[in-house]
């Protein structure tokens, strides 16, 4: 008998699948068409903009983000906004990693009402303690310093934090951790030695989320730093807009440069976000 190679018959697409894909790439133009209409624009001069706004440029100026990088002073806003939000990061990581562990792993009675309180902060505005805030660190004379920033910065990622890092110490198998006292491992040792290590993943998700809010943060950066040269990247982006005249390239030109660092870290750790977010969401 010779053999046949029979192909198996193509499954139909559902109409459901082709509206989602129709949907997602609508999405996808919805949000790129922004950014590619910025680019467009700071690679441009001033009378092409105003002439012919939604055009491509004719001649690519490429001087004009040499330029508003010297005019901004983008370079020092730079290192100013890498301190804060690194500083910030590094102790809302620590601590909101302690908080979240007690609560997820330690048991004690008010563990579910820390757990909600905590939660409960992800839903205040900041308008709503701007004004409060600034009158307090006005008499404690923190305002006009980094560290008076990142006071507030730390603040309000802690809820985002030990939310996300509960559910990842929840999704850990309890038998660990009962393995690891039997042997004579303590609470510190349990923390530093089993759960840190297990939670990297978490770690990247919590430590990228609030590593970007931070880094575009403009309205306290705004209220509470006087100095220009304490002023973060987002703050040095309203210099390019005057009381008569705004320089539109220079301006979309230095915009494109605080955003590329968050666009380039989006699109390569997309999958380990995603991923991230779902292993947390998943009690063990």
């Not at 923390?191 to 306290?220: K, Q, Y």
């Not at 973060?232 to 005249?245: E, I």
């Not at 979309?252 to 699109?267: K, R």
């Amino acid at each position: 008998m010779s053999n046949v190679k029979v192909k198996a018959p193509k499954k139909p697409v559902k109409p459901v699948i082709v509206v989602v894909y129709i949907l997602l790439v609508i999405l996808a133009v919805v949000y790129l068409a922004p950014l590619l209409w910025m680019l467009s624009v700071s690679l441009k001069d001033n009378a092409g903009v105003m002439s012919a706004p939604f055009s491509l440029p004719e001649v690519f100026h490429f001087e004009n983000y040499q330029q508003a990088w010297q005019m901004g002073k983008l370079g020092t806003a730079l290192v100013n906004s890498v301190i804060v939000c690194g500083a910030t990061l590094i102790v809302s990581l620590f601590f909101g990693a302690m908080a979240a562990f007690a609560i997820a792993r330690m048991r004690w009675k008010l563990s579910e009402f820390m757990h909600t309180f905590f939660l409960i902060g992800m839903m205040v505005p900041v308008h709503c303690v701007l004004i409060p805030l600034f009158v307090r660190f006005a008499k404690l004379g923190l305002t006009n310093s980094q560290g008076g920033l990142m006071i507030p910065y730390i603040t309000f990622s802690l809820p985002m934090t030990i939310f996300l890092l509960t559910g990842f110490f929840r999704s850990m198998p309890g038998e660990m951790f009962e393995a690891a006292a039997i042997d004579g491992c303590g609470i510190y040792g349990c923390f530093f030695r089993i759960a840190l290590p297990l939670c990297r993943t978490g770690f990247f998700v919590s430590g990228l989320m609030t590593f970007i809010n931070n880094w575009n943060e403009l309205l306290l950066a705004m209220v509470f730093i006087s100095d220009p040269m304490k002023k973060t990247l987002p703050v040095t982006l309203t210099y390019f807009v005057g009381p008569y005249a705004t320089n539109y390239v220079q301006m979309f030109a230095a915009i494109i440069i605080a955003i590329a660092p968050t666009v380039v870290v989006y699109s390569l750790f997309s999958n380990q976000i995603v991923e991230g977010l779902t292993t947390g969401a998943v009690k063990g």
